[in-house]
């Protein structure tokens, strides 16, 4: 049976972890680097949203206010244009909601970059957003949409009160125009988040519950379901605390070590940009507000790949969230092994 | 002393101080039993859910409601595997009335 370490001390508002990751990574022989390339720019363009979900690491909410400005949407635009990123990847908060969302996403999308939208669901019902999946059709955007479970107990306990029953009403919406459809090219991928402080189930098998019931139960349909690990920080952190689930969770990330899922991190392919414009290895790191090193670029406007190839990563305790089991990434697990 | 303490769940591997051959030779069978197989791991962690009601193991019970959760399944499935161990113990009580039958019988004219 592994052995309790000793914990370590943390750094303000971060878990508090029975080990070091970056030890962790070294008694394995490995050291965490970014990619040669840079695939994905990754870009949370605020904190507000129409939902105040419990696990959310972001601690959006309707009250939030800090949302990106068309200034800094243009200097994404202008990042994308001279840098020809293969994969734009716009979450929130709901990006829907920000003034400028839809001049991002047209922009990205001429210049012939791939987008993928962090979709609540529920935001489709707010003011204004009622064409939704067809703006998201006329530009090829990919929706991904977390779903934590395919019955309504579960999801409301983890997304509010009626988020269910509208979720379920905009897939169909999203359905209706192609998405989630065989063969009408349009991606729909849905996202599990374990309803509580345990590890996701493995990927296939969960995805295979979801398909078949969520068609049978409510003749909807979607591409594939990434299962996501939640990460001990902002308000699920908070939930670990009050109750005392914190050092029993950490535990198990510690104990769940998978060297294999390290090649495939989200963090060695992309570069994450807040709603200011600053620069991250990850949006969990822009969270805890841990820039990238400080020899590089720390903003969007400064940005430069060279800088970025083989960059080191910046690490703390959250980082066994998703180096968990078959590990965690935004495009779900990492590794079979 | 308390008995039960939840943390002594995470300190089962100190069972193994003395005759640790002994206890590693039951953690690889424990392990492999564990394993994917003729039986999905699902299915083995709600047997295991089962079997730890019908032992009243609170141990096992803790362990075993995390592995249902992390191997996919939910509160219904896993609260019908806790109703077959169950209702596998009271039909086992029930069909021991035989037993009383058998003996009553015997002394009966």
């Excluded at chain 1, 962790?24 to 990619?35: I, M, P, Q, T």
């Excluded at chain 1, 200034?71 to 979450?91: C, G, H, K, S």
């Excluded at chain 1, 979801?210 to 990460?231: D, G, P, Q, W």
């Excluded at chain 2, 005759?19 to 083995?44: H, I, N, T, V």
Aim: some cysteine; hydrophobic content about 40%; aromatic content about 8%.
């Amino acid at each position: 049976m592994p052995q309790t370490l000793p914990v370590i001390n943390a750094p303000t508002g971060a878990a508090r972890a029975p080990a070091d990751f970056d030890e962790k990574l070294a008694a394995h022989g490995l050291l965490l680097r970014a990619a040669a390339t840079v695939e994905t720019l990754q870009v949370n363009v605020g904190k507000l949203c129409n939902q105040a979900c419990k696990h959310c690491h972001v601690d959006a909410s309707p009250a939030r206010t800090e949302i990106m400005t068309r200034e800094t949407v243009d200097e994404i635009i202008d990042a994308v244009r001279r840098f020809r990123f293969p994969v734009l990847d716009i979450t929130g908060g709901a990006p829907e909601l920000i003034p400028s969302f839809r001049h991002l996403v047209a922009s990205a999308h001429a210049l012939g970059t791939r987008v993928i939208v962090r979709h609540n669901l529920t935001v489709l019902f707010e003011p204004g957003q009622d064409d939704l999946p067809q703006f998201f059709r006329a530009h090829g955007v990919e929706v991904v949409s977390s779903l934590p479970y395919f019955l309504e107990q579960q999801t409301d306990q983890q997304r509010g009160h009626g988020v269910f029953e509208k979720s379920i009403a905009a897939l169909r919406r999203l359905n209706e125009v192609g998405y989630g459809i065989d063969g009408s090219g349009l991606d729909l991928h849905l996202v599990y988040n374990p309803v509580g402080a345990f590890l996701p189930p493995p990927q296939s098998s969960i995805e295979a519950d979801f398909k078949r019931e969520l068609l049978a139960r409510y003749n909807v349909s979607f591409n594939h379901l990434y299962t996501i690990t939640n990460m001990p920080i902002k308000r699920f952190l908070d939930y670990l605390r009050r109750s005392g689930n914190e050092s029993r969770y950490m535990r198990k990330l510690v104990e769940a070590f998978n060297p294999h899922a390290v090649e495939g991190l989200m963090c060695r392919s992309l570069v994450s940009v807040d709603w200011t414009g600053k620069l991250f290895d990850c949006d969990f790191n822009q969270m805890l507000e841990l820039g990238v090193a400080p020899e590089l670029p720390q903003t969007i406007s400064d940005f430069d790949p060279a800088k970025f190839t083989g960059r080191p990563i910046v690490t703390a305790a959250h980082c066994f969230g998703c180096t968990a089991g078959a590990g965690s990434s935004c495009g779900g697990t990492v590794t079979d092994k | 002393m308390a008995y039960y303490e939840e943390d002594d769940l995470d300190r089962f591997g100190e069972v193994g101080k003395h005759r640790p051959d002994l206890f590693e030779k039951f953690m690889a069978w424990y392990q492999a039993c564990q394993e994917d197989g003729a039986l999905s791991r699902r299915e083995k962690s709600l047997i295991g859910l089962a079997v730890a009601h019908a032992l009243q193991c609170p141990y096992c019970i803790d362990a075993y409601a995390q592995a249902c959760l992390e191997s996919g399944s939910n509160m219904e499935q896993m609260t019908e595997a806790i109703h077959m161990a169950s209702a596998i113990r009271g039909g086992a009580s029930l069909i021991h009335g035989l037993q009383a039958h058998n003996s009553v019988n015997k002394v009966s004219m």
